[in-house]
């Protein structure tokens, strides 16, 4: 059963840059088959999707968010990581990081962190 | 982006109660369509996938069902541990969009 922890600051100060990881145990990020991605919650709100990354380095970033996201991995350590620039208030929200596997006929977020919550201000 | 509209945005029942959510694509996404349930201060768990299979370890009570644009997650008889935010969220291409949830609450 793969699992995923979110580690980083909890606060960060309006316009810099917001810096999490997201450790995979019990999986290889490099074996293949899944997207690494990170997903958004504003306190009391919905989810937003971020964007995700496969093991050889291709992403896919959000359009609303892509002018300040970066999505990288490190296969040696068996971990992804999200960089969020220039952040404001309305990036406050608890950021999960998740595995979307391919299966028959969908494509499914079926394991996710804990959640990380990450507060902008001053 | 594809757009999903759930209704209502919340709901309040009693245990035993058949519960319908709906779920609407502002394109059609065939049947890549998932049902996620969030419980305050957890992540979301999947439930249903393809539009109507139930995800291992989820209880019968759970079913899906819809294509093209219109999908339906149905609670045949409401138990106790299913209050919750319910969210439906498509696959069929990127960016990956999310419903903006329905909260079942306690009548």
């Known amino acids: 059963q793969v699992q995923l922890q979110e580690s980083g600051p909890g606060l960060v100060k309006p316009s810099q840059t917001l810096s999490l990881t997201c450790t995979v145990s019990?999986?290889?990020?490099?074996?293949?088959?899944?997207?690494w991605s990170w997903i958004r919650q504003h306190p009391g709100k919905g989810l937003e999707w971020i964007g995700y990354i496969y093991y050889s380095g291709n992403t896919y970033y959000n359009p609303s968010l892509k002018s300040r996201v970066t999505i990288s991995v490190d296969t040696s350590k068996n971990q992804f990581s999200l960089r969020l620039s220039s952040v404001t208030a309305a990036d406050t929200a608890v950021y999960y990081c998740?595995?979307?596997?391919?299966?028959?006929?969908?494509?499914?977020?079926?394991?996710w962190g804990q959640g990380s919550l990450v507060t902008v201000s001053s | 982006d594809i757009q999903m509209t759930q209704s209502p945005s919340s709901l309040s029942a009693s245990v035993g109660d058949r519960v319908t959510i709906t779920c609407r694509a502002s394109q059609s996404i065939s049947s890549y369509l998932n049902w996620y349930q969030q419980k305050p201060g957890k992540a979301p768990k999947l439930l249903i996938y393809a539009a109507s299979s139930l995800q291992s370890g989820v209880p019968s009570r759970f079913s899906g069902s819809g294509s093209g644009t219109d999908f339906t997650l149905t609670v045949s008889s409401l138990q106790p541990e299913d209050f919750a935010t319910y969210y439906c969220?498509?696959?069929?291409?990127?960016?990956?969009?999310f419903g903006q949830g329905t909260k079942v609450e306690i009548k």
């Open positions: 998740v595995r979307e596997q391919s299966i028959v006929a969908s494509d499914i977020f079926d394991s």
């Open positions: 969220q498509q696959s069929h291409s990127t960016p990956r969009t």
């Open positions: 019990g999986g290889s990020i490099s074996s293949g088959g899944h997207y």
